[in-house]
């Protein structure tokens, strides 16, 4: 019989390009320190340390999680360490749920992290075998191609990269935490921005960011009464990076975890009944191809959500009201501040960016070449 | 291949003390529930509480532990035969890794080093070159501090490069030697009948060997592409450049490569292309052996013609 799980506290760093003033285990514990006072818990209330990032060739450090056992509070008690490329703050959260789900704890801590200004990503992620062309240009190069093939999939007119960049650089404005906080961006000035990878421009592009995020999880019996964001399904879904008859656009690992998601919560229209979503968007056109690979939109029609308003707050369906990952991209957090938001929206603790009235909210992560796909749906009641 | 990076690696307040100490010639450590850790901790390990209290300690101290490197690797504190150590030093609790440069037979357990310092100090592990025996002459000792600068080291460089050799499968071999002939060559799933270029040797679908080799032509279509603006650390084609997608003709899955011999902002998906080969003789076991493609000059390909490629 699977416990509930609940998320009872969320805490970020303030993400930038670099935070020269903290170590790894100094980030990290900015935002722990932050996600056990929102808890209210103690270290001696922790049972198990999970931990997640991306890539170690991001800092040039192998298995970090050793090093930083002890100054993240695992001494003494089991840490694992989870690896799922970008998605692996969503995968490193549903790793904690499942921990108290099976009722081998009560309290778990997730933490991931990245701290990009170390090294280079696009250096990173262009180091290719050397029999491949030496062709590569980070995520950027890989993902421009597959934005060019959902627009000539869909239709859908230019002008909506740019205009989920303008709504989440305006989102991020009213989040304290964010990278980028631009509330007087507009349209033209992002059509106006450098074309880095024809056909994504600079401002329709993900920062690099230094930044942590940490949720602490309970089981129902050690809610006792605090403000909680229950855990209502959890999804993680693989297919390989490249196959013949891949479809980029619209991978079927995503589609296949959201449908097992959607049916795990009980949830038969994902448009009506969720209230607000925070989906992994490190370049503005993802927006509307993860609205159709998740359910929401028919293939092809994702666009016309974002077009008429309905993705912003205020809408039917406010995407990202944190400015999301195109506001801050702290790459192994960036999953894990995806599923925290979304709990902090159910939990009524989202403060300016908060969605009136949200109940039911998804978090949504993806990472490696469209490759692994994690999903959460937490809501406010149990 | 080669692979590395210069990281810069932010400190934090703990262990920017204890490299800005290194540069003056100081070795602090964390003191936390009456022990000295050297290096400082960040965290105290029981009160889990961030370090308050460091406090500078010898650059004298005791062997607790070491091994031989009897054959020193590129990179490490020397190039000479020397002991790996730990050694407690005097005012701490814990041992601190280090290099000590002393004679096999000289080396036990108990014996009394102290720091030899580098001439050139710039916050780093390795402003300590080793540690050498006490009745060893000891020029570093009366080392002027004031001749060093002492700002704060909130960052320390660390160069990490890696040297691999590169083992090719079987089906990766045949396509580079292939590649050597101006051949290029794929190989078909006997499941799915799919044709994978460059072979895999597995189907990534069926999961069975792929065992059937295909020579395929060097024309193709691309399916999509982008157009790289951007320069970056490492990258070995100076932009912009158009990255393809490019799908041979009676493959069924596309490969990457450059496109050249048009304007960058005449490319479009269904154009058909052909492979340009650098000059015979400068053909090795590559797929640079193809220098590029050029648009082949046909009529487009239809759109549902690899309209599942995408």
């Given at each position: 019989?699977?416990?509930q799980?609940?998320?009872?506290?969320?805490?970020?760093?303030h993400?930038?390009?670099?935070?020269?003033?903290?170590?790894?285990?100094?980030?990290?514990r900015?935002?722990i320190?932050?996600?056990?006072r929102?808890?209210?818990?103690?270290?001696?209330?922790?049972?198990?340390?999970v931990?997640?990032?991306?890539?170690?060739?991001?800092?040039?450090v192998?298995?970090?999680?050793?090093?930083?056992a002890?100054?993240?509070g695992?001494?003494?008690k089991?840490?694992?360490?989870?690896?799922?490329?970008?998605?692996?703050?969503?995968?490193?959260?549903?790793?904690?749920?499942?921990?108290i789900?099976?009722?081998?704890?009560?309290?778990?801590?997730?933490?991931?992290?990245?701290k990009?200004?170390?090294?280079?990503?696009?250096?990173?992620?262009?180091?290719?075998?050397?029999?491949?062309?030496?062709l590569?240009?980070?995520?950027?190069?890989?993902?421009?191609?597959?934005?060019?093939?959902?627009?000539?999939?869909?239709?859908?007119?230019?002008?909506?990269?740019?205009?989920?960049?303008?709504?989440?650089?305006?989102?991020?404005a009213?989040?304290?935490?964010?990278?980028?906080?631009?509330?007087?961006?507009?349209?033209?000035?992002?059509?106006?921005?450098?074309m880095?990878?024809?056909?994504?421009?600079?401002?329709?592009?993900?920062?690099?960011?230094?930044?942590?995020c940490?949720?602490?999880?309970?089981?129902?019996?050690?809610?006792?009464?605090?403000?909680?964001?229950?855990?209502?399904a959890?999804?993680?879904?693989?297919?390989p990076?490249?196959?013949?008859?891949?479809?980029?656009?619209?991978?079927?690992?995503g589609?296949?975890?959201?449908?097992?998601?959607?049916?795990?919560?009980?949830?038969?229209?994902?448009?009506?009944q969720?209230?607000?979503?925070e989906?992994?968007?490190?370049?503005?056109?993802?927006?509307?191809?993860?609205?159709e690979?998740?359910?929401f939109?028919?293939?092809?029609?994702?666009?016309?959500?974002?077009?008429v308003?309905?993705?912003?707050?205020?809408?039917?369906?406010p995407?990202?009201?944190?400015?999301?990952?195109?506001?801050?991209?702290?790459?192994?957090?960036?999953?894990?501040l995806?599923?925290?938001?979304?709990?902090?929206?159910?939990?009524g603790r989202?403060?300016?960016h908060?969605?009136?009235g949200?109940?039911?909210?998804l978090?949504?992560?993806?990472?490696?070449?469209?490759?692994?796909?994690?999903?959460w749906?937490?809501?406010?009641e149990? | 291949?080669?692979?590395?990076?210069?990281y810069?690696?932010?400190?934090?307040?703990?262990?920017?003390?204890?490299?800005?100490?290194?540069?003056?010639?100081?070795i602090?450590?964390?003191?936390?529930?009456?022990?000295?850790?050297?290096?400082?901790?960040?965290?105290d390990p029981?009160?889990?509480?961030?370090?308050?209290?460091l406090?500078?300690?010898s650059?004298?101290?005791?062997?607790?532990?070491?091994?031989?490197?009897?054959?020193?690797?590129p990179?490490?504190?020397?190039?000479?035969?020397?002991?790996?150590?730990?050694?407690?030093?005097?005012?701490?609790?814990?041992?601190?890794?280090?290099a000590?440069?002393?004679?096999?037979e000289?080396?036990?357990?108990?014996?009394?080093?102290?720091?030899?310092?580098?001439?050139?100090?710039?916050?780093?592990?390795?402003?300590?070159?080793?540690?050498?025996?006490v009745?060893?002459?000891?020029?570093?000792?009366?080392?002027?501090?004031?001749?060093?600068?002492?700002h704060?080291?909130?960052?320390?460089?660390?160069?990490?490069?890696?040297?691999?050799?590169?083992t090719?499968?079987?089906?990766?071999?045949?396509?580079?030697?292939?590649l050597?002939?101006?051949?290029?060559?794929?190989q078909?799933?006997?499941m799915?009948?799919?044709?994978?270029?460059p072979?895999?040797g597995?189907?990534?679908t069926?999961?069975?060997?792929?065992t059937?080799?295909?020579?395929?032509?060097?024309?193709?279509?691309?399916?999509?592409f982008?157009?790289?603006?951007?320069?970056?650390?490492?990258?070995r084609?100076?932009?912009?450049?158009?990255?393809?997608?490019?799908?041979?003709?009676?493959?069924?899955?596309?490969f990457?490569?450059?496109?050249?011999?048009?304007?960058a902002?005449?490319v479009?998906?269904?154009m058909?292309?052909?492979?340009?080969?650098?000059?015979?003789e400068q053909?090795?076991t590559?797929?640079?052996?193809?220098?590029?493609f050029?648009?082949?000059?046909?009529?487009?390909?239809?759109?549902e013609t690899?309209?599942?490629?995408?």
């Amino acid at each position: 019989m699977k416990q509930q799980a609940a998320v009872i506290g969320v805490g970020q760093t303030h993400h930038a390009t670099k935070r020269a003033d903290v170590s790894m285990a100094g980030l990290c514990r900015e935002a722990i320190d932050r996600a056990m006072r929102d808890a209210d818990v103690g270290w001696a209330d922790i049972d198990a340390v999970v931990l997640g990032k991306a890539p170690d060739l991001f800092e040039g450090v192998m298995m970090p999680e050793l090093y930083m056992a002890e100054s993240i509070g695992a001494a003494g008690k089991p840490l694992l360490r989870v690896h799922t490329a970008g998605s692996v703050g969503g995968a490193t959260g549903i790793v904690a749920a499942s921990l108290i789900q099976s009722g081998v704890h009560s309290r778990v801590l997730a933490v991931a992290f990245e701290k990009q200004s170390e090294s280079n990503a696009m250096w990173a992620l262009s180091i290719r075998p050397p029999f491949e062309m030496p062709l590569g240009a980070g995520a950027g190069g890989y993902f421009a191609p597959h934005i060019r093939a959902y627009i000539r999939r869909s239709g859908a007119p230019v002008h909506i990269g740019a205009m989920v960049a303008v709504k989440d650089r305006r989102n991020g404005a009213l989040n304290e935490y964010a990278h980028l906080r631009q509330p007087d961006i507009t349209l033209e000035s992002v059509q106006a921005s450098p074309m880095l990878w024809d056909p994504v421009r600079y401002d329709e592009t993900c920062p690099s960011s230094d930044g942590a995020c940490a949720i602490v999880l309970a089981s129902a019996d050690a809610v006792q009464g605090r403000t909680a964001a229950w855990v209502k399904a959890t999804a993680m879904r693989t297919e390989p990076t490249m196959f013949s008859g891949k479809d980029h656009v619209n991978p079927r690992a995503g589609r296949e975890a959201a449908e097992a998601l959607w049916r795990q919560a009980g949830i038969t229209d994902p448009l009506a009944q969720i209230d607000t979503a925070e989906i992994y968007v490190p370049f503005s056109w993802y927006e509307p191809m993860w609205l159709e690979n998740l359910g929401f939109a028919e293939p092809g029609h994702g666009w016309r959500l974002t077009e008429v308003g309905d993705t912003a707050i205020g809408g039917s369906l406010p995407i990202n009201p944190s400015g999301g990952v195109m506001c801050s991209n702290p790459i192994g957090a960036s999953g894990l501040l995806r599923f925290g938001e979304a709990a902090m929206q159910v939990m009524g603790r989202a403060g300016e960016h908060q969605v009136e009235g949200a109940r039911n909210a998804l978090g949504h992560a993806y990472g490696g070449g469209s490759q692994y796909f994690s999903m959460w749906v937490v809501s406010s009641e149990r | 291949m080669e692979v590395g990076f210069d990281y810069t690696r932010s400190l934090g307040p703990t262990l920017s003390a204890f490299m800005t100490g290194l540069v003056g010639g100081r070795i602090l450590g964390s003191r936390s529930g009456g022990q000295v850790h050297v290096p400082p901790l960040e965290y105290d390990p029981v009160t889990l509480q961030p370090t308050a209290e460091l406090v500078e300690v010898s650059d004298v101290g005791t062997v607790v532990s070491w091994s031989w490197m009897a054959q020193p690797l590129p990179g490490q504190p020397l190039s000479t035969p020397f002991a790996w150590a730990l050694i407690r030093l005097d005012g701490a609790d814990t041992p601190l890794l280090h290099a000590i440069d002393a004679p096999l037979e000289s080396m036990h357990t108990g014996m009394r080093v102290q720091a030899h310092w580098a001439d050139s100090r710039v916050g780093s592990i390795r402003d300590i070159a080793c540690f050498l025996r006490v009745d060893h002459e000891l020029t570093a000792m009366f080392d002027d501090v004031s001749a060093h600068q002492l700002h704060d080291q909130s960052m320390t460089v660390t160069p990490i490069h890696l040297s691999y050799t590169h083992t090719a499968s079987p089906e990766e071999s045949r396509y580079l030697r292939a590649l050597a002939e101006g051949r290029i060559i794929g190989q078909r799933c006997p499941m799915c009948r799919k044709v994978y270029v460059p072979p895999r040797g597995a189907c990534p679908t069926d999961g069975v060997p792929t065992t059937d080799d295909v020579e395929l032509p060097d024309v193709g279509t691309i399916t999509t592409f982008c157009i790289v603006n951007v320069p970056f650390p490492g990258q070995r084609t100076k932009p912009p450049y158009v990255h393809a997608a490019v799908l041979l003709d009676g493959a069924d899955i596309p490969f990457s490569h450059l496109v050249l011999g048009c304007p960058a902002s005449d490319v479009r998906m269904g154009m058909r292309v052909r492979a340009v080969w650098k000059p015979r003789e400068q053909w090795t076991t590559s797929p640079q052996n193809i220098d590029h493609f050029e648009p082949a000059g046909e009529p487009d390909a239809d759109y549902e013609t690899y309209a599942e490629h995408l």
